[in-house]
């Protein structure tokens, strides 16, 4: 091919010059995760098999692909981006869930609204698993009311400092950076007055502590921030003008959560947001004996169709928020099937029955698929309000500065 001419239908130059197919990438992707288990077998430590497994895709051309390459991408196109998607989603180890807050929400945003040093500096370490994110968004007074933060920074010469409190924080414990907003004038609408910032969680200052959920399970974390300094030109996007990025980045943990509903290892980890498999119920239903049952037959068929309307309406490109409520009726009905299979002991079990532990878990987790990244009550009112175009709720708080609101 002369450099002049363009690439066949479904090919791509990437900025290096090299032609690049649909169906290359889907084959490397084949190829990639065929392998990968072995490359991982002599790493047992769970945070190195995840940094190890990031270090291998992005050597193996795979990171990034719709990145420009002088952030660590491959400058190709959203549509060979979707292809590693759609073949890697089923086959992705258990440890790329400790990347999804980077990869999937803060990386994203700061590519799309970051500035070019910002982008240099944060997305290469991203893509080769050198750096673990994690959000720094909800706080014990603000919730589902996401704009009453309290979390204040305050600008000192070159610097920010924070203080304040964070929790329900996925990940913060193995966190090396965060994407926090915090008010900087609480003398604007409580809108305006919000900063995004990058910032450095493994600084003095910074106190992560673990919660312990009914699961046994410790994915979340409270986070103290006592007076923790940011560099200036770790403000992402405008200073008071965090919210809009703060909703922007809320779309993609959406778009994230509302695609794809299982992994590598069959829905047999004791982690994450993402409902219980088809395939394990169908198995347990099976060494149980009650395929025969029609009550069984007729949950089972519906946890299958739900299971795959969950990808089918993320490529048809429908809001975020209905892929994440459909997602969360699709875990609550897996877990309420897995329950009703396991009987009135269903949430007791024996010491080293690896299976009924699993399905405890998801039976006691699936409650928290309703809660974690916007409540379902919280996307309906996103769906009312901006697609079905229905008025706001009436209230104070779009006009009144922040210091003159009633709190509790």
Known sequence: MSPSADPAPGRSCDQTGAVTGVDEIEAATQAFYATIDDRLAGVSDRI?????????????????????????????????????????????????????????????????????????????PALRGDEIWCQLYSEPGAGSDLAGLTCRAVRD??????????????????????????????????????????????????????LVQMTGVSEFNEVFLDEARVPAEWVIGEVNGGWSLAVALLAHERSSLGRGTTTA????????????????????????GRLDDPNVRQELAAVYMGERLIPWGAQRGLHPSIGKLWR??????????????????????????????VFAYHVLNCRGMSLGGGTDEIQRNTLGERVLGLPREPGPDRDTPFSELLRN
């Open 48 to 124: 190195e098999r995840g940094r190890t497994y990031r270090r291998l895709l992005a050597e193996a051309g795979l990171a990034g692909l719709a990145y420009p390459t002088d952030i660590g991408g491959r400058g190709l196109t959203a549509e060979h981006a979707a292809a590693f998607d759609r073949v890697s989603r089923p086959l992705l180890p258990p440890e790329d869930a400790m990347f999804a807050i980077g990869l999937g929400m803060a990386i994203p945003t700061i590519v799309a609204h970051g500035s070019v040093d910002q982008q240099r500096r944060f997305v290469p």
């Open 157 to 210: 010469g070159d610097e920010w400092i924070v203080t304040g409190q964070k929790v329900w924080t996925s990940g913060a414990q193995h966190a090396d950076l965060g994407i926090l907003i915090a008010r900087t004038d609480p003398s604007l609408p409580k809108h305006r007055g919000i900063t995004m910032f990058a910032i450095d969680m493994r600084q003095p200052g910074v106190t992560v502590r673990p």
């Open 328 to 357: 969360t009726i699709q875990g609550r009905r897996a877990a309420q099937l897995a329950h009703e299979l396991g009987g009135a002991v269903a949430t007791a079990w024996e010491v080293g029955d690896v299976d009924a532990d």
């Open 265 to 288: 290892d069959g829905g047999r980890s004791k982690a994450g947001r993402q409902p219980l498999p088809f395939t394990a119920l169908l198995e347990r239903a099976t060494e149980q």
